[in-house]
C-alpha cells in the first residue's frame, strides 16, 4: 500500500488468484474510489503515485505461484478516480512521437518520481546493443502525454544509472556476467558523469574484487552504496564520488542487508534490516526525527516486525506495515501531529494469530563444517517433542530463501499437527555471495546433505519423531524430495514433488531457461555439461533408489518446470516397480498452482497421503469452518 502525496488516496495492488488488480481508496474512510483492472489477464506490477492524483503502474503476467510475475514491458498511467488512462509504453512501439521504430526489447524502469514536478518522472531504458550505440539511456517521461526526451546514454552496454541530487545522470555501473570465452566471469565498473558530458571510470573489478552498487542518492547528494566482495555479505555505505571511496555503515558477519527503512524525507538511511533467523534491525542513523517515531511504533508491536511502507510529501501520515510469523500482515496509518497510528486492514483477516503455531529459528553445523539456517514451526498447543515432521526444502536453488514471516503452507500443516522443517541449505540467497555460490554443482551433493543434517537435527533435538518424517517441495524443492530420499534411505517415509525438475539433461533443452543465453551460461555454471555427472545428479536415473511412496504434481502450461520432467519421473518409477500413488498434471496451471479450486484439490489429496503415511496418530482437534 502507498499514500499519495498530498495523503488524500490509498493505492494498493489486491490479489485475485491469477491477476492483481490496483485498487484506490480513500484515506479517510476508505471507500473504494476505482479499481484498475488490466485485459487479457495481465496483472498490475509495481505502481507509484506520480503526483497527488495520478499512479503509474507496470504490467505483469503470473507465471505460477513459485515463479516471480514476468513483466510484459508496458507501463500505465491514469488518475485516482479512474480518468484520462494512458498506455505509457507498449512492447513493440516508441511513444507518440516516434511510432515508426522498433523497440526491440527495450525494458523501462523507473528512477525517480520528481517530488517537485507532478507531471513528469525519469525512467531508464535498457536496450540490446545496436548502430545507436550503447544500450541504456535515461529519459525523461510526461506521464500525461508519454512523450520522452533523452537525458543522456551510459557509456557502455550492460549498465544501470544513477541520479545525483540535481536529478542528473550521474554514476553508471556497469556488469557482465560473461567472460571473453563465453565462461562464467562476474565483473563491474562504477562510472562518474562529468560536467562536459563524459564518462571517467571510479572504479573497476572482477569475480574476486570488490563490487559497487548505487542504492540511492538523497536530496542532499550523500550517495548511499552497497559493496560486495564476492565472499561475505554485502555491506551499506556511503560513496565518495570524487575518488570511488566506500564507508561501511553497516555490515553482518552472517546475514545481507534485506531491507532499508528511509525516512519520510528520504534524506536519511534510518535503519537496516538483516535476517539470519528473525527480522534483526539495526539503526543507523538515530539523530533523525523518524528515528524516533520508528522506535516508538516497533515497541508497540513486540514480537512482530514493523516497517514504514510509504509516506506523504510533508511526512505527516506515514503507512505503517507489520507482521510476523504468526501475523500474515496488517496496516496502520501514523499521524504524526496526533501521535497515534490508526488500524487500515489485516491480510486474511479470517486467520486468527493467536492460533498460529510458533516459528523458531535455528542454525545447524553441517558435516563439512558449514553453518546453515532455518526455521521449524511447530503446532500450536502441542508440546513440541516427537512430532511427525514435513521437511520442506525451497525452490531455487541458487538465490531463494526461506523466511520468517508467515507462511500460510507451513501454517496449513502445523494445524494439522506436523512440525514443518525449513532450512536455507548452501545456494540460498542472503547470507553472502560465498554461501550462495557454493550450491552450484551441488544439487545432489552437499544441498542434499544440508537438508540431511537439519533433518537429523531437529530428530536429535526431539521434536521429530524419525519413524514419522516424510519430505515436500515445490521447483528445486520438488528436486530434492526425490533426491534426498535416494542420498539416504529408510529416513523419509514418503515424498512429494511439486512442479520439480528430476531429469538435468531435459533442462538444457525444454522450458525457457534454455532459451536465454545466460540461461545457458547459468546451466553450466550450475549443474557443469559432464553427461555422467548430469544423470549421477538426476533423480530419474536413480528411481530405483527411492523405495517410498511419491506422489507427483505439474502444471501443464508450467515453461520452467516442464510437465515432461514430472512424466519422466513417472515413467521412471514405474519401471523401477515403484508407481507414483498419483500423478497430477494440472491443466491450465503453470509454476505453481493459482486457482482456489486446484489449491483444495491439491492440499486435500496431499494432507490425505501425509496422513496415511505419518499422521495416524496424529490428534489436531476437530475442523471448523468460520464464514
Partial sequence: MKISPDGQYLAMTVDRGEQDVLTVLRTDNLSVVKINQLPDDKSVGAFHWTSPDRLMFTAVRK???????????????????GSQPRPLIFYGTRDATQRGKQVDNERFSLLDTLRDDDRNVIMEVNFPLSKEGAGTELVMMDTVTGRRTSLGRAPKPDCSIALDAAKKARFAVCTSSRGDEGEYDERSELYRREENGTWTLVSASKTGG???????????????????????PAAIGTLDTTDGSFTVLHQDKVADISRMIWSTDERSLLAVVTEAGAPKVTMIDEAH????????????????MVDFSSATKDGNLIVVSVYSDSNPGELYLYDRKAGKARFLMQGRAWLKKEQMGSVKPFSVATRDGKTIHGYLTLPKGSSGKNLPLIVNPHGGPIGPRDTWRFNSEAQMFANRGYAVLQVNFRGSGGYGDAFRN???????????????????????????????????????GGYSSLMAPIREPGLFKCAVGYVGVYDMDMMFVKGDIPKRTSGQRFLRRTLGTDKAELRATSPTSQADKVGIPVLLVAGARDERAVPEQTEAMRDALVKAGNPPVETIIQSGEMHGFYKEENNLALYTKMLDFFGRHIGDRVTVGTPARTN
Fill in 63 to 81: 507465471l505460477g505461484s513459485y515463479e516471480a510475475p514476468f513483466g510484459t514491458g508496458e507501463w500505465y498511467a491514469v488518475n485516482a478516480d
Fill in 210 to 232: 570488490k563490487h559497487l552498487d548505487v542504492v540511492h542518492t538523497t536530496p542532499d547528494g550523500i550517495v548511499f552504496a552497497s559493496q560486495s566482495d564476492n565472499s561475505a
Fill in 289 to 304: 526525527p523518524d528515528a524516533e517515531v520508528y522506535g516508538s511504533l516497533a515497541s508497540a508491536f513486540p514480537g512482530e
Fill in 438 to 476: 557454493a550450491g552450484h554443482r551441488q544439487w545432489a551433493q552437499g544441498i542434499q546433505n544440508d537438508i540431511l543434517d537439519a533433518t537429523h537435527w531437529a530428530i536429535q533435538q526431539g521434536y521429530a519423531d524419525k519413524e514419522r518424517i516424510c519430505i515436500y517441495g515445490g521447483s528445486f
